[in-house]
């Protein structure tokens, strides 16, 4: 079984800062994918930002330049700086992990539970 556990979620102001962080638990030898997602009250689940093994990065539009992404393979983690933070990115953030491998396992999809980011006008 393959765990993720997200933490550093809060309540900000607009232009604040906050680094989200989540670490992967279980049986694993490699992670292909990780990721952030979030879902604001009333919309859909969105990407935020994705970060390949190989350090390869994919970031959603509305974060370009705000949101940084990285990754410790070693410790099975990914962090989200935000910097500027706005209103519109309230949301509860959930980290993803995909293409997760064990010695006999193997799971395409893995969900934290979310951590709540509020930011405040």
């Known amino acids: 079984q393959v765990q993720l556990v997200e933490s550093g979620g809060g309540l900000v102001q607009a232009g604040g800062s906050l680094r989200l962080s989540c670490a992967a638990s279980g049986s694993i030898h490699v992670i292909e994918d990780m990721d952030w997602y979030r879902q604001a009250p009333g919309k859909e689940r969105e990407l935020v930002a994705v970060?390949?093994?190989?350090?390869?990065?994919t970031y959603a539009d509305s974060v370009k330049g705000r949101f940084t992404i990285s990754r410790d393979n070693a410790k099975n983690s990914v962090y989200l700086q935000m910097t500027r933070l706005e209103p519109e990115d309230t949301a509860v953030y959930y980290c993803h992990a995909a293409a997760v491998r064990g010695p006999v396992s193997y799971y395409s999809d893995v969900w934290g539970r979310g951590t709540q980011v509020t930011v405040s006008s």
């Open positions: 970060m390949t093994r190989f350090g390869r990065t």
